[in-house]
């Protein structure tokens, strides 16, 4: 499976949109844009996924480029809650066995 | 709904000491896997079960091994500790391997001393 580029951190002002990006160039047509985060120290928590078009659910909205190649996820009123490690995974026909998880983007909300 | 439960969350071992650590998901779920986690590191995939019945190595098997008792539960046993060893263990699961977001467990912190 491809693998994804992610800054190593960043801060948003709380109340302010937080928009994370991800690199992942080297995609292949049937793989899906997965998004987690880790907080603390706790087991990772899934957030969103896509293939093509942009998704908004509850916690986020994931834009993904028409080609592709990036992606942005947008965590619309950021809180101090929401400072954790943010994961960008792809995840296609071939199994999560496969997958890598990298180390993430942390996210630091600042007051 | 518990999602995925692990035990211990903390344990102390000594070199040469075995253990093993349980994971459990009430979920129906099919496939089970055990990730470590160490310090300004990802994931890192440690064994697998595709479905019940099966397990396969990941990225990082060397020291461990694994039981798949049930479609329910999945444990990693380690049979002699090594300060290697010494991480934040994580179990998840899915509905299938290519099938549906992973859910994972509150991790378990072991120290090998």
């Known amino acids: 499976d491809a693998k994804t580029t992610q800054p190593t951190s960043m801060d948003c002002a709380e109340g302010r949109a937080a928009n994370l990006p991800c690199n992942h160039s080297?995609?292949?047509?049937?793989?899906?844009v997965y998004w987690y985060r880790q907080i603390h120290s706790q087991g990772p928590q899934y957030i969103i996924h896509g293939l093509k078009n942009n998704e908004t659910n509850e916690m986020a909205s994931l834009i993904i480029t028409e080609d592709r190649k990036s992606s942005t996820l947008i965590l619309p009123h950021a809180t101090l809650r929401d400072t954790a490690v943010y994961y960008c995974?792809?995840?296609?026909?071939?199994?999560?066995?496969?997958?890598?998880f990298g180390t993430g983007t942390k996210l630091q909300v600042i007051p | 709904n518990a999602g995925v439960t692990q035990t211990p969350k903390f344990q102390v071992l000594k070199t040469g000491q075995s253990m093993t650590l349980q994971c459990a998901q009430d979920m129906n779920h099919n496939s089970m896997y055990w990730y470590r986690q160490d310090p300004g590191m990802g994931l890192r995939l440690i064994y697998y079960s595709a479905s019940e019945g099966t397990t396969d190595k990941g990225e990082v098997p060397n020291g461990y091994n694994v039981s798949r008792l049930n479609k329910r539960e999945f444990s990693l046993r380690l049979e002699s500790a090594a300060p290697s060893q010494t991480s934040v263990y994580f179990c998840?699961?899915?509905?299938?391997?290519?099938?549906?977001?992973?859910?994972f467990g509150e991790g378990s912190r072991l120290t090998v001393l």
């Open positions: 080297t995609i292949s047509g049937n793989e899906y």
């Open positions: 998840a699961s899915s509905l299938g391997l290519n099938t549906g977001e992973l859910f």
């Open positions: 995974i792809l995840e296609g026909s071939g199994g999560y066995q496969k997958v890598t």
